[in-house]
Nanobody
Framework: QVQLVESGGGLVQPGGSLRLSCAAS????????MGWYRQAPEKQRELVAT??????TNYADSVKGRFTISRDNSWMVYLQMNSLKPEDTAVYYC?????????WGQGTQVTVSS
């Protein structure tokens, strides 16, 4: 089984920055991609950014130019969030998709407010 643990969420002022981390453990082979998704209250979970094992990235239009997804060889995936806006407020979830399917972390709360 795959376990994902997110960290780095918190309260930040508009225009500020935050860096989220996701630590993956378990069946860390045949991984296709990892990513970050978010879910605001009363809204559907939406894609924020994904990164394939080959390093290809994809971003939601709403975060392009502000967020950067990255990963390292210790199976950590990061989301650098700059120029944060109140509408970025959500629970952010880490996703790992491998040969067995998708696995979600527990989520970390990001609140952007003055």
């Amino acid at each position: 089984q795959v376990q994902l643990v997110e960290s780095g969420g918190g309260l930040v002022q508009p225009g500020g920055s935050l860096r989220l981390s996701c630590a993956a453990s378990g069946r860390l082979f045949s991984v296709y991609y990892m990513g970050w998704y978010r879910q605001a209250p009363e809204k559907q979970r939406e894609l924020v950014a994904t990164i394939t094992t080959g390093g290809n990235t994809n971003y939601a239009d709403s975060v392009k130019g502000r967020f950067t997804i990255s990963r390292d060889n210790s199976w950590m995936v990061y989301l650098q969030m700059n120029s944060l806006k109140p509408e970025d407020t959500a629970v952010y979830y880490c996703l790992l998709y491998n040969v067995d399917g998708g696995y979600w972390g527990q989520g970390t709360q990001v609140t952007v407010s003055s």
